[in-house]
C-alpha cells in the first residue's frame, strides 16, 4: 500500500523513480524551481509527463506505456495549492460544498460545515474567502481538500504565505488532522526545518532527480551525497582520499596530514568527498585525559563565532589545513561554561560514525528510493 | 427627432449583441486556455477590426457578401433578396466588425482566473461543464457585461461600415449615425444635434453604470 512514482519529462524536467509510503506524511524537499511542484502537479493528473506510471495502492492512475490516464477529476485527491487556490465568488461554505457535489443540496451542506468546524472556521461559513485571514484560507484549503475523503492528500507549499506565529498553529492543525484520518499525505515544501517537523518520510529532489529518500532523521543524519548534503544546509564538505592502509585492511580517510577512521567502506579507493554535520563536530576538553580514546582529533584554531539565538556558530581553521574552514554548532550557553576568543587554539573530535562519506553521483538517474 | 432610424439602430444593436455574445463566449475561452501556435494568427485576426479603417472593412464586406459572391448568390436563392443593402447585411457586418470588442474583454476576464483556482475545479472532483459553469462563468461575468456594454453602444453609433454594406435605406438600414449626417449635410442642424445628444446620452449613461457594476463585480470576485 503505497504511491509508485516513475516520472520521466522535458521542460519541467523531471526523472524520478520512488515510493512513497501510504499512511505517512512525506515531504518532497528541494530548491525552488527543483521540480517538487511539478511532480504533486503530475500526481494529481494536472500535469503530463512525457513518461509517467503513478500507482496509488496498486491501482493506476498514469501509465504512459498503458496508454492509461485517470483524470484529475476522478482521482481520489485532496489538493491545497500554493495559493490556495479558492474559489473567491463563493462563501466559504460553497468552497467545501464544491468538493461535495456527489451529494444532495441539503446533506452537502451539512457536511461541508461539519468540515469547516473540522478545521475550526465552523464560525466562518458565511465569508467569503478575501474577509479571511492567510491562515483562515489555508484551513478553508484544507477543508476542501479533506471533504472529497481522498486517498490522497496533496500540499503544495501550504505555509509559504502565512506569518510564523499561524505557520506553528497549521502545523499542529496539520499534524493533528493527519493523525484522525490517517491519509497518505505529500507536502512539498523548500523548508528544511519544516519538513523536519512534519514529515515522517523525505524525499531530497534537485533539477528533477531525487537524490535520496527514507526516513526523516535517518536522511537528515545521513545525506548520501554532496548534492544532498548541501540541500540539508551542511557547510562542513571536503575533499579526502580513501585509503586501505587502515587497520586489518580498514578503510582511512586521509584529509591533509589527518588519517580519519571511517565506519562505511567502499569498494574504491582514491579521492573522496566528505563531510560532517557542524552539531557533529565535537569541541575536546583539554582537562579530561583523553589517551587513546579520543576518535579523529583534529587540532584548529578558532577564526570567528557568531551566536545565534540558542546557538553558536564557530569557524575553525585546522592547524595542518590552513585553506580548510570547519563550521561547528553548539549551544549558546557553552559560552559562558567555555569562553572562546577567535586565534585561540583548541582541539575538535569527529567521530567516525559522524563522518559522511559521499558516493560521486546521487541515484537520482532512475534511481529507485523507497 | 428621426425616431425610425433610432429604433432601427436600436434593433441593429441588440440583435448583434444577441447573436455575438454566444459565439464570443467559447471563442474567447479557447483563446484564454489554448496553448496552440495559431492562437497570435487567430487574435490577429480578431482584433483586425480595430485598425482597419470602417471603410476598408465596408468593402470588402461588400465585395463577399455582395450579389457576386458565392454567400450573397446564395443568401438570394434562400431568401429572394439581396445580403448587401438590407437589415440582414448590416447585422452581418455589425457582427463581424464588432467581434474584438466582444471577444476581447471576455478572454481577458477568462485570463484573469488564476490557473490555481481552475485547477482546483478539477481537483473538487467537477467535469468540464461543471468547471465552466460554476466557476468560469460567474468569474467572467464582468468581463461578459463589458463586452456587453462595448458592443451595445459601438453597434449604436457605427458608420462607415453601416454606410459602406447598408446603404442609405429608410427603416431598413438608416441608422440613427447615417440619419446624422444626412440632417448635417441638409443643414438641420438642429435634428442633428438632438440625435447626436441622444445618442450621447444613451452611450455615456450605458457605459458609466456598467463601468461601475464591472469595478464592483470585479472587486468581488478577485482572486485571493
Known amino acids: 500500500m503505497s504511491l509508485e512514482l516513475v516520472l520521466h519529462n522535458q521542460g519541467p524536467d523531471l526523472d524520478l523513480h520512488a515510493t512513497l509510503p501510504a499512511g505517512r506524511i512525506t515531504a518532497l524537499l528541494g530548491p525552488s524551481g527543483c521540480g517538487k511542484t511539478s511532480i504533486l502537479r503530475a500526481i ?34 485532496g489538493f491545497v495549492p500554493q495559493q490556495y487556490g479558492l474559489f473567491p465568488h463563493l462563501t466559504a461554505l460553497g468552497n467545501v460544498m464544491m468538493s461535495l457535489r456527489h451529494l444532495s443540496a441539503t446533506q452537502r451542506s451539512v457536511s461541508a460545515q461539519a468540515f469547516l468546524d473540522q478545521v475550526h472556521i465552523g464560525e466562518l461559513a458565511d465569508r467569503y474567502p478575501r474577509a479571511l485571514s492567510g491562515g483562515q484560507r489555508q484551513r478553508l484549503a484544507l477543508a476542501r481538500a479533506i471533504a472529497r475523503e481522498p486517498q490522497l492528500l496533496l500540499l503544495d507549499e501550504p505555509f509559504s504565505a502565512v506569518d510564523r506565529t499561524t505557520k506553528r498553529l497549521l502545523y499542529v492543525e496539520i499534524k493533528r488532522l493527519h493523525e484522525q484520518l490517517g491519509l497518505t499525505t505529500v507536502l512539498v515544501t523548500h523548508d528544511l526545518d519544516e519538513a523536519a517537523q512534519l514529515a515522517s518520510h523525505l524525499c531530497l529532489i534537485d533539477q528533477g532527480r531525487l537524490l535520496q529518500a527514507g526516513p526523516t532523521r535517518e536522511v537528515l543524519a545521513r545525506p548520501c551525497c554532496e548534492s544532498a548534503a548541501r540541500l540539508l544546509d551542511i557547510p562542513n564538505i571536503f575533499e579526502g582520499r580513501l585509503d586501505n592502509t587502515g587497520a586489518e585492511g580498514s578503510q582511512v580517510l586521509a584529509w591533509g596530514p589527518h588519517r580519519l577512521k571511517v565506519d562505511q567502506r567502499f569498494n574504491v579507493a582514491g579521492p573522496f ?13 583539554d582537562d579530561k585525559p583523553w589517551g587513546d580514546h579520543l576518535e579523529n582529533p583534529v587540532a584548529c584554531r578558532i577564526v570567528e563565532h557568531v551566536e545565534l539565538g540558542a546557538e553558536l556558530l564557530v569557524w575553525l581553521t585546522p592547524d595542518a589545513l590552513p585553506n580548510e574552514t570547519l563550521q561547528m554548532r553548539l549551544p549558546a550557553r557553552a559560552l559562558q561554561r567555555h569562553p ?3 586565534g585561540q587554539h583548541m582541539t575538535v573530535c569527529l567521530r567516525r560514525n559522524d563522518l559522511l562519506l559521499f558516493r560521486d553521483e546521487a541515484p537520482g538517474t532512475g534511481g529507485r528510493a523507497a | 427627432m428621426d425616431w425610425q432610424s433610432f429604433s432601427l439602430s ?10 455575438l455574445l454566444p459565439l464570443s463566449i467559447p471563442a474567447a475561452y479557447w483563446l484564454a486556455t489554448t496553448q496552440r501556435g495559431i492562437k497570435p494568427w487567430v487574435e490577429g485576426l480578431i482584433a483586425l477590426p480595430l485598425v482597419l479603417p470602417p471603410t476598408v472593412i465596408g468593402f470588402y464586406l461588400l465585395i463577399v457578401l455582395g450579389r457576386q459572391s458565392w454567400l450573397g448568390q446564395a443568401y438570394e436563392q434562400l431568401f429572394g ?18 467581434i474584438p470588442f466582444a471577444v476581447q474583454p471576455i478572454q481577458r476576464a477568462f485570463e484573469a482566473i488564476p490557473l490555481e483556482v481552475r485547477e482546483a475545479g478539477q481537483c473538487c472532483g467537477l467535469g468540464f461543464w461543471q468547471r465552466f459553469l460554476r466557476i468560469d462563468l460567474p468569474l467572467s461575468w464582468p468581463g461578459m457585461l463589458s463586452a456587453a456594454v462595448i458592443t451595445f453602444a ?19 438600414t438608416k441608422t440613427v ?10 443643414f438641420d442642424l438642429a435634428g442633428a444635434n438632438a440625435m447626436s445628444l441622444l445618442l450621447l446620452a444613451i452611450s455615456l449613461t450605458t457605459i458609466v453604470v456598467s463601468y461601475g457594476l464591472v469595478g464592483r463585480m470585479m472587486n468581488a470576485r478577485r482572486p485571493v
Not at chain 1, 500507482?55 to 481520489?76: C, N
Not at chain 1, 568527498?273 to 576538553?285: A, D, E, F, K, S
Not at chain 2, 441593429?12 to 447573436?19: C, I, N, R
Open chain 1, 44 to 77: 494529481a493528473g494536472l500535469l503530463h509527463p512525457k513518461h509517467a506510471r503513478i500507482r496509488m495502492h496498486g491501482e493506476v492512475w498514469s501509465d504512459s506505456d498503458m496508454r492509461r490516464f485517470v483524470p484529475t477529476r476522478l482521482r481520489p485527491i
Open chain 1, 273 to 285: 568527498r566528505w563531510g560532517i554535520q557542524p552539531g557533529n563536530v565535537l569541541m575536546v576538553r
Open chain 1, 340 to 342: 572562546l576568543q577567535p
Open chain 2, 10 to 19: 436600436l434593433q441593429l444593436a441588440l440583435v448583434t449583441l444577441a447573436l
Open chain 2, 81 to 98: 433578396q439581396p445580403l448587401v443593402f438590407s437589415f440582414s447585411g448590416l447585422v452581418l457586418a455589425s457582427i463581424i466588425f464588432n
Open chain 2, 154 to 172: 459601438h453597434t449604436l453609433g457605427e458608420f462607415g461600415v453601416v454606410l459602406m454594406v447598408g446603404g442609405n435605406i429608410p427603416g431598413e
Open chain 2, 177 to 186: 449615425a447615417i440619419s446624422i449626417y444626412d440632417r448635417t449635410q441638409a
